[in-house]
Nanobody, 120 residues
Framework: VQLQASGGGLVQAGGSLRLSCAAPRSIFSINVMGWYRQAPGKQRELVAAITTGGNTNYADSVKGRFTISRDKAKNTVYLQMNSLKPEDTAVYYC???????????????WGQGTQVTVSS
């Protein structure tokens, strides 16, 4: 199943965006959810992850600025992005899996991401 991210856009540096990603209940309820991003010419990287129990993990580059959360009632994971910087510009994706899969980003397929562009 390919998960679709939404909520991207163009924002000035210092601004905020909230990304959303809905998943089938069968996937959302048992898996770690992860947000990834890929900037032009760079490899895709894990930005944030959240377990079914609500434990979170963040890349050092976004700690203190981004917050990942999950809504069990809506089977949706969010990424609240504050204090955005031009270097946050990338296509953002979400995906789900076991902890090791989420950490490695070793998925067979990816859904359509959402573009985030931060202007200086």
């Amino acid at each position: 199943v390919q998960l679709q991210a939404s909520g991207g856009g163009l924002v000035q540096a210092g601004g905020s965006l909230r990304l959303s990603c809905a998943a089938p209940r069968s996937i959302f309820s048992i898996n770690v959810m992860g947000w990834y991003r890929q900037a032009p010419g760079k490899q895709r990287e894990l930005v944030a992850a959240i377990t079914t129990g609500g434990n979170t993990n963040y890349a050092d580059s976004v700690k203190g600025r981004f917050t990942i959360s999950r809504d069990k009632a809506k089977n949706t994971v969010y990424l609240q992005m504050n204090s955005l910087k031009p270097e946050d510009t990338a296509v953002y994706y979400c995906n789900a899996g076991s902890p090791s899969v989420v950490l490695r980003g070793s998925y067979d397929s990816w859904g359509q991401g959402t573009q985030v562009t931060v202007s200086s």
